[in-house]
């Protein structure tokens, strides 16, 4: 076993383990903070109040709908304040003729990876396609009565996080069918970086299609033009685009989420631990899916060390959770402060080296759907953790590639 991968005890009285745990909290050093909800104050020093959505621009948009026939990307997170923008566009008489669902739903319920159903919104009466389901774009047919697309999604600003393939599909049919896109844009909780593996186009998938880093520091609204201005829609074709822009935002700044952006994402800590604790979806780690604490700890039940444990048990967005009954031990990251995560402007591999290091079964680790290099975006990753290299080495590796796609990413940023 390399020394420099070892997971360090922590006996420290704010937390509630004594496995392993990453060594920037140590040279930090963790304060106890309260599990912070979406949408409540986790730090006075970096809430920020003042930043406006698109959505909430309302007289940008507005005559661009009026007189005509609309389609709606959205899902609970669409918002303005307390009223989704759904609502808030049939009270200003915009003919809205069809939703279309990403993952999780139009409500944002369902587990990750379920299917998703065509249907009628209750609420309404407006027919909901699918987005999720049989089919992840929109066909001639499901665009025939529309005149103009409006998408409006909350985005974390992780590769794997489905929604901005759900975009390019949006886009690339929409460019096909000469129906003009306007992207509502928000904040990315996870703007402030940009780190990770540049996906390798062998490798592109719905959880990953572009050949972008893990963690790509860019607003939807800018992803959105990036999209376009490189060229990766089908035969090289460009939407009709308009990006209606964040007020008072900055990448830098942190943006607290009114309404958590998927089920499995409950806060403002499992949104910016997520980029790292996602790796162990293509490993048999539990991420704590089937708890309360999702992406804010990892266990395993064959780990004998760790006074931290959770059994996962069916809820909303788990209905099936990995280790469902069984008593899983290892850590919990929910004490660490959202300023601590931030500081550090990178992914944390220590979680994942450190739990392969101490698995005895490693031929198990890694799942053989090789979804862990979907994950990633490559097998490097995987081989590079196999032959026991460094976090130092692994990310050094990373680092062409990562100030190549930086050169790129500077043609399309809107904001700081």
């Known amino acids: 076993m390399n020394m420099s991968r070892r997971f360090f005890r922590v006996t420290d009285v704010f937390f509630s383990f004594s496995f392993f745990i990453c060594s920037f909290v140590l040279l930090l050093g963790c304060s106890s903070e309260p599990d912070t ?18 959505a909430e621009n309302i007289s940008e948009y507005l005559p661009l709908l009026q007189n005509k026939k609309v389609g709606m990307v959205v899902n609970q997170t669409s918002m303005i304040r307390n009223v989704h923008l759904v609502d808030t566009l049939l009270k200003f008489s915009i003919d809205i003729q069809r939703i279309f669902a990403p993952e999780h739903g139009f409500r944002g319920v369902a587990d990750a990876g379920e299917h998703v159903e065509d249907g009628i919104d209750s609420k309404t009466g407006i ?5 999720y389901g049989d089919s992840k774009k929109p066909t001639a047919e499901d665009l025939k009565d529309i005149e103009v697309m409006v998408f409006d999604i909350q985005d974390v600003g992780a590769r794997f996080y489905t929604y901005i393939s759900t975009l390019h599909y949006i886009m690339e049919a929409c460019a096909e069918n000469g129906i003009p896109v ?21 490798f592109s998938s719905f959880v990953g299609m572009h050949p972008v880093p ?18 990766w829609l089908k035969d090289g074709i ?48 539990s991420v704590g899916r089937g708890t309360d604490q999702q992406f804010q700890c990892y266990g395993h039940p064959d780990f004998s060390i760790g006074s931290y444990a959770f059994k996962p048990e069916p809820n909303e967005g788990a ?13 919990n990251l929910s004490g660490i402060t959202i300023g601590n995560i931030r500081d550090q402007k990178a992914l944390n591999l220590s979680y994942l080296l450190g739990t392969y ?10 799942l053989e759907n090789k979804f862990f290099d979907k994950l990633a975006g490559t097998d490097e990753l995987r081989l590079q953790i196999l032959d026991g290299k460094t976090e130092e080495e692994i990310r050094a590796s990373w680092q062409k ?8 990413r500077n043609h399309y940023l809107i904001y700081e």
Do not use: W
Request: hydrophobic share 35%; glycine share 8%.
């Open 214 to 231: 893990v963690v790509y520091g860019m607003t939807i609204g800018e992803y959105a033009q990036m999209i376009n201005g490189e060229g």
């Open 182 to 202: 306007i992207v509502l844009d928000r904040p990315n909780p996870n703007g402030y970086f940009v780190d990770g593996p540049v996906l390798d186009p062998k």
């Open 357 to 366: 290091d101490f698995f005895k079964g490693k031929e198990e680790y890694f």
């Open 127 to 131: 027919a909901i396609k699918s987005l």
């Open 319 to 331: 209905k099936y959770p990995r280790y469902e009954g069984k008593q899983c031990f290892g850590a």
């Open 238 to 285: 460009k939407a009709e685009l308009s990006v209606i822009q964040i007020r008072n935002y900055t990448h830098d700044k942190h943006y607290q989420l009114p309404i958590k952006p998927s089920p499995n994402l409950p806060n403002s800590k499992s949104i910016l631990l997520y980029p790292s604790l996602c790796f162990f979806e293509g490993t048999i780690i």
């Open 401 to 408: 590639d990562l100030e190549n796609f930086k050169l790129i």
């Open 37 to 54: 909800k979406v949408g409540q104050m986790a730090n006075a020093t970096v809430q920020v109040t003042d930043i406006i959505p698109g």
